[in-house]
């Protein structure tokens, strides 16, 4: 995220963008209100978290002035009872409490890369300029007929967007907006993972897409970890 002046263009439009993702990141809760409201039953169980967390933590000194973040990773009971990883990033602005900012299951099969540690057990900054270009793509993907960037990287041929694409009534979305902040590190390996979130409409929170996110070291192929609609 640009460090500009509070009142200029460019963090405006950042702090636009992370606020409406944290209201899509509620839009579930929202959804299940209404089904109370209005005496339906709600659309699934409440959320049990079954063992501990795995946190990832930047150093202190290397989160932004403006706002402190972590990722955890969190085993959930589905609704038919099934232990099910997620992955889960938190952003606290201005010294306010954190608030959940992007989740998603991570796809059967797929396991969370082992992050390069320093010696204190922090992660290891991401390449920014990777991030920018994986989440470019990602957009370029949903918003251009061609379904491919110029960012340099493609998504893989079996990544959720590209099944669930041809499945999509486009007339139904709006062009992405943009995406809400993006939280990653670099990986034992020396590759790259990173977490965001996509979201369409500025007005309407309708859809909005997380991702979780792999690029190999020297790769130019993001491999899918997991990814989910909230609709």
């Known amino acids: 995220m640009a460090e500009t002046h509070p009142h200029s263009g460019v963090r405006y439009q950042n702090d636009r963008l992370d606020a409406l993702f944290v209201e899509a990141?509620?839009?579930?809760?929202?959804?299940?209100?209404?089904?109370?409201?209005?005496?339906?039953?709600?659309?699934?169980?409440?959320?049990?978290?079954?063992?501990?967390?795995?946190?990832?933590?930047?150093r202190p000194e290397r989160q932004r002035p403006i706002a402190e973040w972590f990722i955890a990773q969190a085993t959930y009971k589905d609704t038919e009872g099934h232990a099910r990883p997620h992955v889960i990033a938190f952003l606290s602005s201005a010294g306010q409490p954190f608030k959940l900012a992007v989740a998603t299951p991570v796809h059967w099969g797929e396991r969370m890369p082992k992050p390069r540690l320093d010696a204190d057990g922090h992660i290891t900054d991401m390449d920014t300029e990777v991030a920018r270009a994986v989440a470019r793509e990602y957009q370029n993907f949903w918003n251009n007929e061609k379904k491919e960037g110029a960012s340099g990287y493609r998504l893989a041929k079996d990544s959720y967007s590209r099944k669930a694409f041809p499945a999509v009534y486009k007339g139904a979305y709006v062009a992405f907006e943009g995406h809400g902040s993006i939280f990653g590190f670099r990986t034992a390996d020396g590759g790259s993972f990173f977490l965001f979130g996509m979201v369409n409409n500025p007005k309407h929170v309708n859809q909005v897409l997380s991702e979780a996110l792999l690029v190999p070291r020297g790769g130019r192929t993001i491999q899918e970890l997991g990814a989910d609609w909230l609709s």
């Open 25 to 58: 990141a509620l839009h579930e809760g929202v959804i299940e209100r209404n089904h109370e409201i209005f005496g339906s039953k709600p659309g699934h169980k409440p959320i049990k978290v079954t063992g501990t967390p795995t946190i990832y933590l930047p």
